[in-house]
């Protein structure tokens, strides 16, 4: 007797998701829906897995995998018999999965089961019950036992042009063959693969930005920190300005632009270091920047704080023609601004300009790196890897360079009154 290995529905799923899985390494998929809905089953058959029988309890610790391992699903107790706490069980899990920066720990699709019968009735459907999980990642509704081509209620309200739920897509599933008068066939599971991969590609690019995100986020901390740090050097009397090649491969540098790589899952060798600080774009990029810095009348300031809130104002037009987003920026203001409250109500005295002109070259030229390294990052989800680090960086710095040569920082009499509002 010829005999078939069974055939597992969700044995290669991800296969039509290169670019998700470029980001994670597994897609997370959360089942949730009524007591008795069939979602052990479903699970059961999808994976070809043994799954604890009877009623399921909270939600499972370990997800169960495909043997691949790109897709793992969390199985959860049945909504009717507790209905409040299990649903606050679930948005507990559901957000503590979001708080985690690593993709590969959130929940990535929702599959809301309905059995049939339920599913053809009026006022079954807990529609902001769903809205709400709708919130954490794309819901599919799951109608299980389902005849194959007989559309329930509900899939009629779905389709309906003013309805409000938060559906992705439906899909019907008998997971298992039931015997009634005659024998119903198991269906669905593969068209449930399908459906899922899709609402998974649907949703990388959001997936990848909320990523990038967060990288930069983390960033702009490392740039914040970098840059005031620098900064101090300029407020400690005899310090005289040494250049920043020197200063890239000392500790404080060093340790930032290691910091903003990591962010971004890069390393920054000692080999990048040097290149880094061989960019005679640098040393150009700072020649202007020291330039335009002397023309300020830094004495119109009070303090340190001014002194960087103004600076802060002033380079917003420059993140406003080319170099970030606003609401980088404003973190990175926000960020410097901190640092200053901390321990900058000092009188501005002694070196300002040269703790100013630290502060700035120093967020400019890592801001710079970052955003290559941005860049690079989304090429790589793209499926191109083999990016040139340095020529983009060269890249950078010679737009930076146009638009440094181009500034006009304020007026002395507008930092005067900057400073006297
Ligand atoms: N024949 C058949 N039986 C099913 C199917 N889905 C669920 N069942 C049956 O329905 C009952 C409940 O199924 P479960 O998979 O345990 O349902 P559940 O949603 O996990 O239930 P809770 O864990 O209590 O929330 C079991 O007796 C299953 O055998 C199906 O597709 N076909
Ligand atoms: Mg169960």
């Given at each position: 007797m010829n005999m078939l290995p069974p055939h597992i529905p969700?044995?290669?799923?991800?296969?039509?998701?290169s670019k998700f899985f470029r980001l994670s390494d597994t897609c997370n998929i959360l089942v949730v829906g009524?007591?008795?809905?069939g979602k052990s089953t479903l699970i059961h058959h999808a994976l070809d897995k043994p799954i604890e029988k009877g009623i399921t309890r909270g939600i499972s610790r370990e997800p169960y995998r495909n043997k691949k391992g790109s897709v793992s699903i969390y199985d959860s107790e049945g909504l009717e018999r507790n209905s409040k706490q299990v649903k606050e069980v679930v948005l507990r899990f559901l957000e503590k999965k979001k708080?985690?920066?690593?993709?590969?720990?959130?929940?990535?699709l929702i599959w809301y089961c309905l059995n049939y019968q339920s599913a053809n009735r009026?006022?079954?459907?807990e529609a902001d019950w769903i809205n709400k999980l709708a919130n954490y990642a794309p819901v599919l509704l799951v109608v299980t036992r389902?005849?194959?081509n007989k559309e329930s209620y509900v899939e009629q309200l779905i389709s309906?042009?003013?309805?409000?739920?938060?559906?992705d897509t439906v899909v019907r599933v008998r997971a298992e063959a039931e015997m009634h008068d005659e024998l119903l066939e198991a269906h669905g599971l593969d068209r449930l693969c399908e459906a899922s991969e899709k609402v998974l590609n649907d949703r990388t690019n959001s997936l990848i930005q909320e990523a990038i995100g967060s990288m930069k986020m983390s960033a702009v901390k490392w740039i914040g920190e970098g840059a005031f740090l620098r900064g101090l050097l300029g407020i400690?009397?005899?310090?005289?300005?040494?250049?920043?090649v020197p200063l890239v491969r000392n500790g404080i540098l060093k340790r930032m632009f290691r910091g903003v790589s990591s962010g971004f899952h890069f390393n920054c060798t000692e080999e990048d270091l040097a290149a880094i600080s061989k960019w005679s774009l640098l040393l150009e990029t700072s020649a202007v920047l020291q330039e335009k810095l002397s023309e300020?009348?830094?004495?119109?300031?009070?303090?340190m704080t001014e002194a960087l809130q103004w600076i802060s104002e002033s380079i917003k037009n420059f993140a406003d023609s080319f170099l970030l987003e606003n609401e980088m920026f404003s973190n990175l203001s926000d960020t410097l601004s901190k640092w200053a409250e901390f321990s900058w109500n000092?009188?501005?005295?002694?070196h300002p300009a040269l703790a100013i002109f630290f502060v700035v070259e120093t967020a400019f030229l890592a801001i710079a790196w970052m955003q290559v390294l941005e860049e690079a990052k989304l090429d790589f989800y793209e499926g191109?890897?083999?990016?040139d680090l340095k020529s983009r960086m060269d890249e950078k710095l010679q737009q930076m360079l146009d638009w440094m040569t181009q500034w006009v920082p304020k007026e002395s009499s507008e930092s005067q009154s900057y400073a006297a509002t």
């Open positions: 969700f044995a290669q799923f991800g296969q039509s998701c009524n007591t008795g809905a708080q985690s920066k690593n993709c590969n720990n959130r929940i990535h009026e006022g079954n459907l389902s005849p194959r309906q042009t003013d309805c409000n739920l938060k559906i400690i009397p005899g310090t005289s300005y040494a250049g920043i300020v009348d830094w004495q119109g300031f009070n303090s000092l009188p501005f005295a002694m191109n890897s083999d990016v």
